[in-house]
């Protein structure tokens, strides 16, 4: 009896790529628009890993905003694009892990709550899109983070089971959005302060210090053994 393959599935900003720096200027850019100042970096990381419409539906509430959520989500589309376009840095080891896997044959999707455009343009302009071919936005199900919906969606268009799928993460809900999908996960916490967030407990490997610690052998090594 044959063993049933494992899937890889990466949460994209903060875990594949550095693209943080540039969703906060464009959230700082599209808050600034509508008279909001001070929003600082502080308050940025308090929604790394939660959907962009979630977030801006959060600080519409936060700051009375009057615009639709629609013109907030165009208008915070629009400035991330133009800064992700210009530059968005991939963990080295990240792309290591990539490649790695690509050459081993290993089924891989990228699972993120950012817009398909800036996903697609993110993995175009870093060359990951030679690699990842299986995308699945916020945008395209029905929930976002820490709801299951992207990684149940991306493992269905796969062809894996939940069960047979491994998931990257830098944030918990992200990680909690993997534990619901019933699929094991490699935490790789972007913000420090999140390391001993509940949601990580569960993760079947939990490296503390972040990109400092992972590697792509490492990580390879946990997804042959089946996530264990």
Known sequence: MSTPRTAVLFDLDGTLVDSEPNYYEAGRR???????????WERHTDFIGIGTRETLEALKEEYGIDAPIEELLAGKNRHYLELARASTEVFPQMRAFVELLHAEGVPMAVASGSSRAAIEAILAGTGLDAYLTTLVSAEEVERGKPAP??????????????????????APPGAAAAAAAGMRCIAVPYVPATVDDPAFRGAGLLLRGGQAEFTARAAYDFVRAGGR
């Open 30 to 40: 599209l808050l600034e628009r509508y008279g909001v100042t001070g929003f600082g």
């Open 149 to 170: 919906d992207v990684f149940l969606e991306a493992a269905r268009r796969l062809g894996v089971e939940p069960a047979h799928c491994v998931v990257l993460e830098d």
